[in-house]
Structure formats: structure tokens, C-alpha cells
């Protein structure tokens, strides 16, 4: 699965920015699709998922009840809507695809897009 990362940018503190990622690939329909985000010399850490039908999804705790992850299957797109963003948001922000069903682990996904940059000012 090939993936691109798009949306990032900077805002100020409580403002909300939308996330996209365009997937292409013969299972893409059927992957589980996650997004990431890394600091400067932190682990990739985990931010949300949701299967392949789009019925089951999975938030970080330090995102639950502020983002929402979503998907289009025919359009081939994942979405990430963050709002009420945080100066502790700012990061590089991956989606990512795994085969299979849920996992937090970003070891165990296979495909990453290229990261999109989000700034939060405070």
C-alpha cells in the first residue's frame, strides 16, 4: 500500500485542522489504517486507528475526545479531524497500514506515508 500524508500546517492553540491520507494499492480497502505522530528524538507514538469497514476505532489518550479518524473506502482516503489542538500536538504526522486487525504498535504496520508537519502555537 502506498500512501500520502496531507493537511498539516500551522495553528493556534484550539483551532482544528483536518488530516488526509490518499492510499493506493490492491488491499487498501482491506487494511487497518492508523495515524502516528513523532517529536524530535521521541517514539513514534500512536494516535488513531480504524478498521477496514470503518466500525471500530481506536484513540491514544492523549488525543481521546478531541480527534476523530474516519475513512472512505472508495475514494481510497483516511481521515484524521483534530480539534481542539493542543502546543503539545505539534509533530510529524504519518498514516500507516497494516494487514490484519488492531494494533497501537506502530512495529506493527507496514506501509508509512512520507509524514505531514503540524504546528500548534500557543
Known amino acids: 500500500v502506498q500512501l500520502q500524508a496531507s493537511g498539516g500546517g500551522e495553528v493556534q492553540a484550539g483551532g482544528s485542522l483536518r488530516l488526509s491520507c490518499t492510499a493506493s494499492g490492491r488491499t487498501v480497502s482491506r487494511s487497518f489504517m492508523g495515524w502516528f505522530r513523532q517529536t524530535p528524538g521521541k517514539e513514534r507514538e500512536f494516535v488513531a486507528a480504524?478498521?477496514?469497514?470503518?466500525?471500530?476505532?481506536s484513540f491514544g489518550d492523549s488525543v481521546k475526545g478531541r480527534f476523530t479518524i474516519s475513512r472512505d473506502n472508495a475514494k481510497n482516503m483516511v481521515y484524521l479531524q483534530m480539534n481542539s489542538l493542543k502546543p503539545e500536538d505539534t509533530a510529524v504526522y504519518y498514516c500507516?497500514?497494516?494487514?490484519?486487525?488492531?494494533?497501537?504498535?506502530?512495529?506493527?504496520?507496514?506501509?508509512w506515508g512520507q509524514g505531514t508537519q503540524v504546528t500548534v502555537s500557543s
Open positions: 480504524v478498521s477496514w469497514r470503518g466500525d471500530s476505532t
Open positions: 500507516a497500514a497494516k494487514a490484519g486487525g488492531y494494533s497501537g504498535s506502530y512495529s506493527r504496520y507496514d506501509d
